[in-house]
């Protein structure tokens, strides 16, 4: 079952900016984007979790970059802007319904993902 859906990426020059969207059929402790460049280790970009609204950004990406959720936490978005060439990767949105408060959901195992959406950034 495809319980996360992408949607929004494409092709932008840099300074450009690029608004994704993920699709839930319900809302989860946490949610979180990730992105993987080709040759480099998935990376994680971006969380939020449902019960404080509390946030986490990458360094590479604090500043240019917001996380938040719409329509009951159902729906997930990553508001990049000042876009460069590094940030060409395939996106992720990932969720997870662990409730221990000891896990942050800036460092959590993932346990649901979506297929994914291409961003490109052009020089």
């Known amino acids: 079952q495809v319980q996360l859906v992408e949607s929004g990426g494409g092709s932008v020059q840099a300074g450009g900016s690029l608004s994704l969207s993920c699709a839930a059929a319900h809302s989860w402790v946490c949610m979180a984007w990730f992105r993987q460049a080709p040759g480099k280790e998935r990376e994680a970009v971006a969380s939020?979790?449902?019960?404080?609204?509390?946030?986490y950004f990458a360094d590479s990406v604090k500043g240019r970059f917001n996380i938040s959720q719409e329509n009951a936490k159902k729906t997930l978005y990553l508001q990049m802007n000042s876009l460069r060439p590094e940030d060409t990767a395939m996106y992720y949105c990932?969720?997870?319904?662990?409730?221990?408060?000891?896990?942050?959901?800036?460092?959590?195992?993932?346990?649901?993902w979506g297929q994914g959406t291409q961003v490109t950034v052009s020089s």
């Open positions: 990932a969720a997870d319904d662990d409730r221990s408060l000891f896990r942050r959901c800036a460092t959590r195992q993932y346990t649901h």
């Open positions: 939020i979790r449902r019960s404080t609204g509390g946030t």
